[in-house]
């Protein structure tokens, strides 16, 4: 795959590389397009794939919505 590099100016610079596209054109053809489980082998993979997915939850840290990182 041949990835195309855009030239554009960037605020505070002059000219700066930009990656253009990079995904392949075309439609998923098959009955397993899209389904992610079928793509992953072992049951590490799946669950590393869930923990980065979800790692709202996966957190320890919390500084979203459930908990304050300084208390009111």
Do not use: C, H
Not at 31 to 45: I, N
Not at 57 to 72: D, L, T, V
Request: hydrophobic share 25%.
């Amino acid at each position: 795959m041949e990835y195309k590099i855009e030239k554009k100016k960037a605020p505070g610079r002059d000219e700066v590389e930009v990656l253009g596209a990079t995904f392949e054109k075309g439609k998923p053809e098959g009955e397993d397009a899209g389904k992610w489980r079928q793509k992953l082998d072992s049951r590490e993979e799946r669950l590393k794939y869930l923990q980065s997915g979800e790692r709202y939850f996966y957190s320890q840290e919390w500084f979203g919505s459930e908990k304050r990182k300084n208390p009111a």
